[in-house]
């Protein structure tokens, strides 16, 4: 159950609401979203046990919510949240598809600035570039850390982009955000709590990506974490679970895109590069994506893939990228 009180609502009104549920031994705890205080119980307890409360002026509503995660849930919020990432970004618009582009990582100033200036060239809305990079093994490139994220900005600022790049640790998260516009957490990290929490308290969108081996109820789990902290400028990234097939990476789930578009009011993108491991299956993996109904594409884009220092299987060189956003833009009045 979820108590959304009016933005007005004084600290002793929110006292007093709290104090009538435990009246009624109901144990409740305050968020505030986007001003707006919000008081969840975590007991079970149905509506008529606490209809009384709709009484108080400053009571705005009542929202019985049945499932565990609650705030980025539809029964929270009817309509889809929006997500500015820039002036004229808002990821989530019904509609429009917005595609993240560039290198798996950030390797040097040429690369990273050709990169960027060829996927705005073909329409791509946000830069991507890892600088501090999750690798497998602890002998793969590990990224040029805050040099990537200087080399990444100065790019997305030569191609008129905005950037998302990942933030794999909480100690990183006052450099990542001094260069990001959108923060990605990555796969390996979708369930480091500790770093969910100290990026709630961030007035900066975050690009969740589903665990590698996450429920989709985990993942809004997660979300919930962001969101209950007080940061509601949360993007979910479907990029792959593991399962017993090895041709590919991953195994791209896109059930999980109408799903999510069911259970949650957030946006939700497709990453088929991380999602497939193979370059040639993005592009059709890609328009799977946008046919069910994803708010946009991640990929993977090189200039020369079969030298990248990461991922370079699974990356498309600048004329496949280009012919991927062409039949993308075929998809009409979608792609931004
Ligand atoms: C990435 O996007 O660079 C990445 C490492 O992805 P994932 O966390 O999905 O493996
Ligand atoms: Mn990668």
Not at 2 to 10: D, N, P, R
Not at 87 to 94: A, F, T, V
């Amino acid at each position: 159950m979820l108590i959304a009180l009016s933005k007005e609502a004084k600290e002793s009104q929110i006292n007093l609401i709290i104090d009538k549920l435990g009246h009624y031994n109901l144990t409740a705890d305050i968020y505030k979203i986007d001003q707006q205080p919000i008081i969840t119980i975590r007991n079970e307890c149905s509506l008529s046990d606490v209809a009384s409360l709709e009484a108080m002026d400053f009571v705005e509503k009542i929202i019985p919510i049945s499932k565990p995660y609650k705030l980025v849930s539809r029964e929270y919020k009817k309509e889809n949240s929006l997500i500015r990432v820039a002036n004229n970004i808002e990821i989530g618009q019904g509609g429009q598809i917005h595609v993240f582009a560039g290198p798996c990582a950030v390797e040097n100033e040429e690369q990273i600035i050709l990169t960027a200036q060829a996927v705005k060239k073909a329409g791509a809305s946000v830069l991507r570039g890892g600088a501090y990079k999750p690798r497998t093994s602890p002998y793969s490139f590990q990224g040029l850390e805050e040099e990537g994220l200087k080399l990444l900005k100065k790019a997305g600022k030569i191609a008129d982009l905005p950037i998302i790049t990942e933030v794999m640790d909480i100690n990183h998260i006052d450099v990542v955000a001094k260069y990001a516009d959108i923060l990605q957490v990555g796969s390996r990290n979708m369930q480091n709590y500790s770093l969910l929490k100290e990026l709630s308290c961030l007035d900066k969108p975050v690009m969740l990506k589903r665990g590698i081996s996450a429920t989709i109820e985990e993942w809004l789990l997660a979300a919930e974490y962001i969101m209950a902290g007080g940061n509601s400028k949360i993007i979910l990234c479907e990029r792959g679970i593991r399962t017993f097939e090895v041709y590919t990476r991953n195994t791209l789930d896109l059930a999980a895109v109408p799903l999510i578009k069911e259970l949650s009011h957030l946006p939700i993108i497709v990453d088929p590069s991380h999602g497939t491991g193979k370059w040639k299956l993005v592009k059709p993996m890609a328009k799977a994506a946008i046919a069910a109904g994803a708010d946009g594409i991640m990929v993977e884009v090189h200039p020369v893939p079969s030298q990248a220092l990461s991922d370079g299987e699974q990356s498309l060189n600048f004329n496949n990228f280009n012919v991927l956003m062409q039949e993308i833009a075929k998809i009409k009045g979608r792609l931004r």
